[in-house]
Nanobody
Framework: QVQLVESGGDLVQAGGSLRLSCVVS????????MGWYRQAPGKQRELVAG???????NYADSVKGRFTISRDNAKNTMYLQMNSLKPGDTAVYYC???????????????WGKGTQVTVSS
Protein backbone atom coordinates (compact mmCIF):
# COMPACT_ATOMS: atom_id res chain seq x y z
CA GLN A 1 0.00 0.00 0.00
CA VAL A 2 1.22 3.49 -0.88
CA GLN A 3 0.46 6.56 1.20
CA LEU A 4 1.00 10.26 0.54
CA VAL A 5 0.99 12.56 3.55
CA GLU A 6 1.07 16.34 3.25
CA SER A 7 2.12 18.75 5.98
CA GLY A 8 2.94 22.41 6.43
CA GLY A 9 -0.42 24.04 5.84
CA ASP A 10 -1.29 26.91 8.13
CA LEU A 11 -2.94 30.30 8.53
CA VAL A 12 -0.63 33.08 7.30
CA GLN A 13 -0.95 36.77 6.50
CA ALA A 14 -0.77 38.05 2.96
CA GLY A 15 2.84 38.46 1.90
CA GLY A 16 3.97 35.63 4.12
CA SER A 17 5.55 32.29 3.29
CA LEU A 18 4.86 28.61 3.88
CA ARG A 19 6.63 25.40 2.96
CA LEU A 20 4.55 22.32 2.23
CA SER A 21 5.94 18.80 2.32
CA CYS A 22 4.63 15.54 0.89
CA VAL A 23 6.08 12.20 1.94
CA VAL A 24 5.43 9.06 -0.09
CA SER A 25 5.64 5.84 1.91
CA UNK A 26 4.79 2.18 1.61
CA UNK A 27 5.50 -0.28 -1.18
CA UNK A 28 7.59 1.79 -3.57
CA UNK A 29 9.82 0.78 -6.44
CA UNK A 30 9.97 4.24 -7.99
CA UNK A 31 8.18 7.58 -7.69
CA UNK A 32 7.77 9.26 -11.05
CA UNK A 33 6.16 12.65 -11.69
CA MET A 34 4.80 14.43 -8.63
CA GLY A 35 2.63 17.49 -8.34
CA TRP A 36 0.83 19.90 -6.07
CA TYR A 37 -2.81 20.67 -6.72
CA ARG A 38 -5.18 22.95 -4.86
CA GLN A 39 -8.91 23.30 -4.49
CA ALA A 40 -10.63 26.37 -3.15
CA PRO A 41 -14.25 26.30 -1.95
CA GLY A 42 -16.63 26.17 -4.87
CA LYS A 43 -13.84 25.74 -7.41
CA GLN A 44 -12.36 22.84 -9.31
CA ARG A 45 -9.08 21.29 -8.30
CA GLU A 46 -6.22 22.86 -10.25
CA LEU A 47 -2.58 22.07 -10.86
CA VAL A 48 -0.24 24.37 -8.97
CA ALA A 49 3.12 22.87 -9.91
CA GLY A 50 4.60 19.62 -11.14
CA UNK A 51 8.05 18.04 -11.11
CA UNK A 52 9.42 15.01 -12.91
CA UNK A 53 11.74 12.52 -11.31
CA UNK A 54 14.61 14.30 -13.06
CA UNK A 55 13.68 17.75 -11.79
CA UNK A 56 11.85 19.26 -14.74
CA UNK A 57 9.24 21.61 -13.37
CA ASN A 58 6.12 23.40 -14.53
CA TYR A 59 3.94 25.98 -12.79
CA ALA A 60 0.51 27.50 -13.07
CA ASP A 61 0.77 31.07 -14.34
CA SER A 62 -0.81 32.34 -11.12
CA VAL A 63 2.10 31.10 -8.98
CA LYS A 64 5.10 31.60 -11.28
CA GLY A 65 7.82 33.59 -9.56
CA ARG A 66 6.28 33.05 -6.11
CA PHE A 67 6.20 29.26 -5.62
CA THR A 68 9.04 26.77 -6.02
CA ILE A 69 8.56 23.02 -6.27
CA SER A 70 11.37 20.60 -5.42
CA ARG A 71 11.88 16.97 -4.44
CA ASP A 72 14.31 14.66 -2.71
CA ASN A 73 14.20 11.30 -4.48
CA ALA A 74 16.21 9.58 -1.75
CA LYS A 75 13.53 10.53 0.77
CA ASN A 76 10.53 10.15 -1.58
CA THR A 77 9.57 13.65 -0.51
CA MET A 78 8.32 16.68 -2.43
CA TYR A 79 8.21 20.28 -1.29
CA LEU A 80 6.43 23.47 -2.24
CA GLN A 81 7.97 26.73 -1.08
CA MET A 82 5.30 29.40 -1.24
CA ASN A 83 6.34 33.04 -0.97
CA SER A 84 4.43 36.31 -1.32
CA LEU A 85 1.21 34.52 -0.50
CA LYS A 86 -2.08 36.11 -1.49
CA PRO A 87 -5.63 35.58 -0.21
CA GLY A 88 -6.36 33.97 -3.58
CA ASP A 89 -3.92 31.18 -2.67
CA THR A 90 -6.29 30.01 0.06
CA ALA A 91 -7.20 26.40 -0.65
CA VAL A 92 -6.67 22.81 0.35
CA TYR A 93 -3.37 21.71 -1.20
CA TYR A 94 -3.09 18.12 -2.38
CA CYS A 95 -0.05 16.04 -3.22
CA UNK A 96 -0.17 13.75 -6.26
CA UNK A 97 2.35 11.15 -7.35
CA UNK A 98 2.78 8.49 -9.98
CA UNK A 99 4.19 5.48 -8.15
CA UNK A 100 5.49 2.14 -9.40
CA UNK A 101 4.90 -0.26 -6.47
CA UNK A 102 7.33 -2.91 -7.74
CA UNK A 103 9.32 -3.64 -10.89
CA UNK A 104 6.63 -5.90 -12.35
CA UNK A 105 3.77 -3.39 -12.16
CA UNK A 106 2.84 -0.19 -14.00
CA UNK A 107 2.59 3.33 -12.61
CA UNK A 108 -0.39 4.07 -10.39
CA UNK A 109 -1.75 7.50 -9.48
CA UNK A 110 -1.99 8.36 -5.78
CA TRP A 111 -3.32 11.35 -3.83
CA GLY A 112 -2.82 12.67 -0.35
CA LYS A 113 -5.67 13.87 1.86
CA GLY A 114 -4.66 17.52 1.64
CA THR A 115 -3.42 20.29 3.88
CA GLN A 116 -5.23 23.59 4.43
CA VAL A 117 -3.55 26.85 3.49
CA THR A 118 -5.36 30.01 4.53
CA VAL A 119 -4.03 33.44 3.63
CA SER A 120 -5.59 36.39 5.43
CA SER A 121 -5.66 39.90 4.00
Amino acid sequence: QVQLVESGGDLVQAGGSLRLSCVVSGSIFRVNTMGWYRQAPGKQRELVAGITRYGITNYADSVKGRFTISRDNAKNTMYLQMNSLKPGDTAVYYCNAGVIPDATRPTYDYWGKGTQVTVSS
